[in-house]
């Protein structure tokens, strides 16, 4: 029952449906509590608070957010604690902690490598690059960081890659640490020839 609510309650988020999604996500979770199911828990406290987060009600949004991580330390779970720990930069950012962000975005990029999860990867290096780029006006690192997940997408097993892929846009990149040998904007650049 846990889970059919669970999965209810995602399809009620992504439709905007948000009270829906809401009242759903809290039955799942008060059935996992009764269960003691604590990796359930914590992804739906994760839940709850992109939930609360997509409705401005930031701080409950981080209160299941610092929950669904507690329980997935607890759990031993490195991927789920990345996870949290990336759904957390994101709430520190919108509230404008973006040192706090940019360390949660580090720590996330951290597990999703020890996890082997290159979507995370991808993700939390584009918060990385987005942190050098807002909080620190650092555009080299910035750059290096968003180049770093394109290369993460650009991997064919990672799905959200896939996606973008799949609209045949010719890209390269160039390698180069030297500023002076990229062309185009540093070392993203895009080929005019189409794919035959």
Known sequence: MAKADSNLGLLQ??????????????????TEQKAGLL???????????????STGKFDK???H???GLKLAIQEKDIK????ALLNRAVLQRAVGNLKEAGADYSQAAKLFEEAGFQEGQA?????????????????VAALENY?????????????AGKRWRSCNLPISIN???NPEERQGIWSLTTSRSRHK
Request: one cysteine or more; proline letters at 3%; glycine letters at 6%.
């Open 13 to 30: 988020r992504e439709k905007g449906n948000y009270p829906e999604a809401l009242a759903l996500l809290r039955n799942a979770l008060a």
């Open 39 to 53: 990796l359930s828990q914590a992804r739906d406290n994760l839940n709850l608070g992109i939930v609360h987060a």
């Open 61 to 63: 949004a981080m209160e």
């Open 65 to 67: 957010t610092r929950e």
């Open 80 to 83: 789920e604690q990345a996870i």
């Open 123 to 139: 993700s939390a290096k584009l918060g990385i690059g987005k942190m050098a780029e807002l909080a620190d006006k650092n555009y």
């Open 147 to 159: 180049l770093q997940a394109l290369e993460f997408y650009s991997k064919p097993n990672c799905r």
């Open 175 to 177: 390698k180069s640490r």
